[in-house]
């Protein structure tokens, strides 16, 4: 604007002028009802869903088949679904109905069957809009640093899960909490998703869990995206797609939960098979009771989430160990 001297705005050849502030502007949130029961749940709440949105008809049956699990479980459940999958392999890739149309699916879900929900955003301008609808709003790993989502993200006073980016180290998540914090908004969750190990695979460092708890909020384990091998599958004709390694999310989901979390993140499928996205690496439906009963043993005799105290003064001849 040309009220603006030059000095107050930087230009990128693919982007409109973007104003620099000095200081952010800071919004007063208080901890949600829901980041709370999240804090406290015991042994770990579960986001869990199909990876997009296919249709109302589908989604309705996976939040209603679901929560009959989790309600006889009593497990604290989130619904989770993607109305866009914006980082796919391929252009030509199904990426979900669109942010309007997805909102409307999610907020119908949401009213019938009485569930907070969970979505991810890509880019600033959708906050506004997914904020009105979604209880929890993801930011993908790839974007866990982008500065400008976390904060617009923030400002809509949701809870945040950020999931950790493959290339980072634990560490980085501090800082990413605190850039929601520092917008005002104190309901932030951290997710570990895997780190690359290569090119095409990926590993857990259960030790992740542990380290990612000095950002000072929940922390949670993606046991479904952990196991994906990016760009692993070759095609008929050439190109690429993503696989995964589906008969080891068992041995994954229950280091995490022996190491200690508060939330567990999940992709579930009816018909993993023929699910237009991340199929090698969604859950079955027909599974998922006897996967999430044992994780829910697990968690109830772990002291993973309880810090460990040594005693370093040296044991005489007199000790009784």
Known sequence: PASLPRSSFSLHPTSRPHIITTKPIIMSFQESKLYKECKNADPFFLMAGPNVIQSEEHIFKMCRQIKSVT?????????????????????????????????????????????????????????????????????????????????????????????????CAASVMRNSAEKVRASGNPNVMVCER?????????????????????????????????????????????????????????????????????????????????????GPTQWPLRNFRELLEELKEIGKVSKGKSPCHFDLTPAGDDFMP
Not at 117 to 124: G, K, L, Q, R, S
Request: net charge negative; charged share 20%.
């Open 71 to 167: 309600d006889s479980l009593d497990i604290k459940f989130i619904f989770k679904s993607s109305f866009d999958k914006a980082n796919r392999t391929n252009i030509n890739s199904f990426r979900g109905p669109g942010m309007m149309e997805g909102l409307k699916v999610l907020e119908k879900v949401k009213t019938t069957f009485d569930v907070p929900i969970v979505t991810d955003v890509h880019e600033p301008y959708q906050c506004e809009a997914v904020g009105k609808v979604a209880d929890i709003m993801q930011i993908p790993a790839f974007l866990c640093r982008q500065t400008d989502l976390l904060v617009a993200a923030a400002k809509t006073g949701c809870i945040i899960n950020i999931k950790k980016g493959q290339f």
């Open 194 to 278: 895997g780190t690359m190990f290569g090119y095409s695979d990926l590993i857990v460092d259960p030790r992740n869990l542990v380290w990612m708890r000095d950002a000072g909020c929940p922390v949670v384990a993606d046991i479904t995206h952990s196991l994906q091998q990016p760009a692993g599958k070759s095609l008929d004709g050439g190109g690429v797609a993503s696989g995964g390694l589906r008969d080891l999310i068992p041995t994954i989901a229950r280091t995490c939960v022996a190491t200690g979390l508060d939330g567990i993140f999940m992709e579930v499928h009816d018909d993993p098979n023929s699910s237009p996205v991340d």
